[in-house]
C-alpha cells in the first residue's frame, strides 16, 4: 500500500500530515534544548553548592585530617564532577539531536515544497489542458450548428420554385463550405480530447503517485529519523551512567571511611598538651590571724590559682593583643607535648635537607675525580666554589640539627632523654653515611681502571626532557633524541652518552630511559 495508488485524490489530506509531522519535529526540538537548559542550569547549581561549601584556608585544610571532615570534601569533589558528567549530557544532546535535527528538518521542509510544488503544477498544466479542451469543444458545437443551419437554408433554396439556379449553386457551396469547416473543427476537437485524456491518465496513473509516493517516502525518513532522537535522548544518558555511578558510589565510599575513633585520636593526637592537672587548692587559715608587717609574708604573697586550660573563654581582642611577638624558635610557647612534636618535625626536616645536601657533595666529589683522571671531560677547578657552598650547607645544616636535638632533649627531659634523642636522630644517619663511605670507596677504587680502557657501547637510551649542557663536560639533548650510552651511572646521578652527531659527555641519569 502506499499513498500515489490509495491516496490518489488526498492531495489536501497529506499537505496536512506531511506538515503537521514536521511540526512534531520542530517540537522535539524545542523539548530538547528546555531539557538542555535545565541539565545545564541543574550543573551549574551543583558546582556552586560544591565550591561553596569546599574547604579553603589552613583552617579548613587542618580540619580536613579529620575524616568526616576529608569525607565531606571528597562528597563534594564527586559531586563536581557529578555535575560535570550532566552538563555533558547537555551539550551531546544539544549536538547529536538538536543540531543534527535541525538541519535534517531544514532538508526535509526543502524536499516537501519541492514535492508539493511539483504536485501543483501538474495539477495546472491539467487543468489548462482541460480548458483547451473545452474550448475546441465549444467551436466544435457551433461550427457544427452554422453547418446545419447552412445546409437547411441550401436545401430551402433548393425546395423553393422562384429561385434561381444561381441562388441554389450557391446556397449549396456555402452550406458546403461550413459543414467542412465543421469538420475540420470535430478533428481538432478529437484529437485535443485524446491529447487530454492521455494527459489525464499520466497526471493521475503516473505523476501524482509519484509525487505522492515521494512524500511518503520523505514522512517516513522522518518518522524514522524521529524515532532515533527519541532514542538518543536515553542513550546518550545511558552512556555517562557509569561514570555517574562511579561519582555515586565515591560518595558512599566517602561515608564509609569515616572512622570515628580515628578521629578521636588524631583529635588527641593534635591538641594533647602534656600539663599536668591542676591539685587541690590549700586552705588558708585567716583565723591564725594576720601576721606582722615585715615577716614572711610580705615575700610570700597568697598563692593565686593557674588558670585552668580545659575552660578559657573567649574574649575580643585588645589593641595591646594585636601586636603578639613571634612564637619562640624552640616552640617553648607551646604546651609540652605539642612542642616535643614541633621539634620532632622540624628534626626531620633538617635531617632530610642534609641528607640531600651530603648526596650533593658526595656527586661534586666524584665528578671532580673523574675530572681529574680525563682533562677533556672538565676542568675539577670550577667545581670548588659550589663544593664549598655545599660544605657551608652541610656545616649550616648540622649546627641547626645540633640545636633542635638539644632543645627536644629539654623538652623530653634530662640525661636520658637526650641520649634516646641522639640514638634515634644518629641511627640513619649513621646507616647512610656506612653505605655512602662504601660506595664512595668502591667508585674510586674503580675509576682509575675504568678510565684507563677505552669505552664500550652500554645500549641506548632516549631523551624524556631537554637538557642544556651549561658545565664543562655535560651536552646538551633533546626530548626524544636517541643517544648510545657510553658509560653508564656509577652511582653519581650521571651517565655518558654520544649523540648521533658526534657529541659526547655526561647528563642526568633521570633525564633518560632505556630504548628497546
Not at 150 to 161: F, G, H, I, L, S
Not at 280 to 300: M, P, R, T
Not at 468 to 491: A, Y
Amino acid at each position: 500500500m502506499d499513498w500515489g495508488t490509495d491516496l490518489w485524490d488526498q492531495n489536501d489530506v497529506i499537505d496536512k500530515h506531511t506538515q503537521a509531522g514536521l511540526d512534531l519535529v520542530e517540537r522535539y526540538i524545542k523539548f530538547v534544548k528546555e531539557r538542555t537548559e535545565i541539565e545545564q542550569s541543574y550543573a551549574k547549581q551543583l558546582r556552586s553548592l560544591s565550591k561553596k561549601y569546599a574547604k579553603r584556608g589552613s583552617r579548613d585544610e587542618q580540619d580536613c585530617r579529620f575524616s568526616n571532615h576529608a569525607a565531606l570534601q571528597e562528597i563534594l569533589n564527586e559531586l563536581n564532577d557529578y555535575a560535570g558528567q550532566r552538563e555533558l549530557i547537555a551539550e551531546t544532546m544539544m549536538t547529536n539531536i538538536c543540531v543534527e535535527l535541525a538541519k535534517f528538518l531544514q532538508d526535509l521542509k526543502q524536499d516537501r515544497k519541492a514535492h508539493l510544488s511539483d504536485a501543483k503544477k501538474a495539477q495546472q498544466n491539467l487543468e489548462s489542458s482541460f480548458k483547451q479542451l473545452e474550448s475546441t469543444k465549444k467551436r466544435f458545437a457551433k461550427e457544427w450548428a452554422e453547418a446545419e443551419k447552412a445546409a437547411q437554408q441550401a436545401e430551402k433554396t433548393e425546395n423553393d420554385p422562384n429561385t434561381t439556379k444561381i441562388d441554389v449553386d450557391k446556397a449549396k457551396q456555402h452550406a458546403h463550405i461550413r459543414t467542412h469547416a465543421a469538420e475540420e473543427c470535430r478533428s481538432d476537437y478529437a484529437a485535443q480530447l485524446q491529447k487530454y485524456n492521455k494527459e489525464q491518465n499520466y497526471f493521475y496513473y503516473t505523476e501524482i503517485p509519484q509525487i505522492f509516493n515521494k512524500l511518503q517516502d520523505l514522512d517516513e525518513r522522518r518518522i524514522r529519523r524521529l524515532a532515533e532522537g527519541y532514542c538518543q535522548f536515553s542513550e546518550l544518558e545511558k552512556k555517562v551512567q557509569p561514570i555517574i555511578s562511579r561519582c555515586l558510589e565515591g560518595i558512599s565510599a566517602a561515608g564509609a571511611k569515616v572512622d570515628e575513633k580515628q578521629d578521636s585520636l588524631l583529635l588527641v593526637e593534635q591538641h594533647k598538651s602534656g600539663l599536668e592537672r591542676p591539685g587541690d587548692v590549700d586552705f588558708e587559715d585567716y583565723a591564725q590571724g594576720i601576721k606582722a608587717a615585715g615577716s614572711d609574708s610580705s615575700l610570700n604573697p597568697p598563692k593565686v590559682r593557674a588558670k585552668l586550660w580545659p575552660f578559657s573563654r573567649k574574649h575580643k581582642t585588645t589593641h595591646a593583643e594585636k601586636h603578639v611577638p613571634a612564637p619562640a624558635e624552640d616552640f617553648s610557647h607551646l604546651p609540652p607535648e605539642q612542642r616535643k612534636k614541633m621539634l620532632q618535625a622540624k628534626i626531620d626536616d633538617v635531617s632530610n635537607k642534609l641528607h640531600m645536601t651530603q648526596e650533593t657533595s658526595e656527586a661534586l666529589e666524584k665528578m671532580k675525580a673523574v675530572y681529574e683522571q680525563n682533562a677533556d671531560l672538565g676542568n675539577p677547578s670550577i667545581l670548588e666554589p659550589q663544593m664549598a657552598e655545599t660544605a657551608q650547607n652541610i656545616g649550616y645544616l648540622r649546627g641547626e640539627l645540633a640545636k633542635y636535638e638539644t632543645w627536644l632533649s629539654e623538652a623530653v627531659g634530662g640525661d636520658d632523654g637526650a641520649n634516646a634523642v641522639a640514638v634515634n636522630n644518629n641511627n640513619n644517619s649513621q646507616q647512610h653515611h656506612a653505605q655512602n663511605t662504601a660506595e664512595m670507596s668502591e667508585n674510586h677504587q674503580n675509576i682509575y681502571t675504568e678510565f684507563d680502557d677505552d669505552f664500550e657501547d652500554c645500549g641506548r637510551c632516549m631523551a624524556l626532557y631537554n637538557f642544556e649542557g651549561t658545565s664543562e663536560g655535560t651536552i646538551s639533548v633533546t626530548e626524544g633524541e636517541l643517544l648510545t650510552i657510553m658509560e653508564e651511572d656509577k652511582g653519581d646521578g650521571w651517565m655518558r652518552v654520544l649523540r648521533a652527531n658526534g657529541d659526547e659527555g655526561f647528563i642526568p641519569s633521570s633525564y633518560v630511559k632505556m630504548a628497546p
